[in-house]
């Protein structure tokens, strides 16, 4: 069974499948950080929920070494200025007190081993890696091509040198990234960030913070998605 429809136990889980380079995810983990507060503050009882991330890459042939930012922006969107591609979800970032820097971006990366690392680790050291690259790519233009750039982010998040070491260096950690992007796209995922609640209840897109909390009361008593 693919692991995002596992059962869940006691605790509300969120499985949420999501791309590093996508500013969009990076607005709904922060609506999804509201949703969790609103969560907790009216089911005090409650265990902890549950989050964990899954890889989806955006970009699956693009190089290791990834591309020029500008030239690609040029290839998909036909013009390699971001003000007037990230004008609506720069606004959307801003909302959720996020504050983007398109423009230092410089290279858009294969995304492949920043997965690898998301899934070297769970709990508290996930969330923590994956804060800390979206940050490090949309806030302060970091090159996640750089192999040295994605170690000192993990050591920065805290993630310990084995893990680390195994997930930039291992290609068996690399495989499993692009086996669990195939995974999510056989479950029907074609864009992110896609949250999946308890295995059962699925919302799309960066909703916003009710979506989800509605999506948290249908899991608690509906059937579980087909899978």
Known sequence: MNPILEPAGDALRIDVVSDVVCPWCYVGKRQLEAALERWRATNPGAPEPQVRWHPFQLNPDLPDEGMSR???????????????????????????????????????????????????????????????????????????????????????????????????????ARQQAAEADAEARRLGVSGVPFFVIDGKAGVSGAQGADALLAAFGQARGSASLPG
Request: no cysteine; glycine share 8%; aromatic share 6%.
């Open 70 to 172: 500008a030239d690609y922006l040029q290839m998909k969107f036909g013009t390699p200025d971001p003000a007037a591609i990230y004008q609506r979800v720069g606004a959307a970032a801003r909302a959720v007190g996020l504050q983007p820097e398109f423009a230092k971006i410089a290279r858009q990366p294969n995304t492949l081993r920043a997965h690898a690392l998301i899934g070297a680790v769970q709990g508290d050291a996930q969330q923590a890696i994956v804060e800390r690259l979206f940050r490090a790519y949309f806030v302060e233009g970091a090159d996640l091509t750089s192999r040295a750039t994605l170690e000192a982010l993990a050591r920065e998040a805290g993630l310990p040198d084995a893990a680390v070491g195994a997930a930039l260096d291992d290609g068996e």
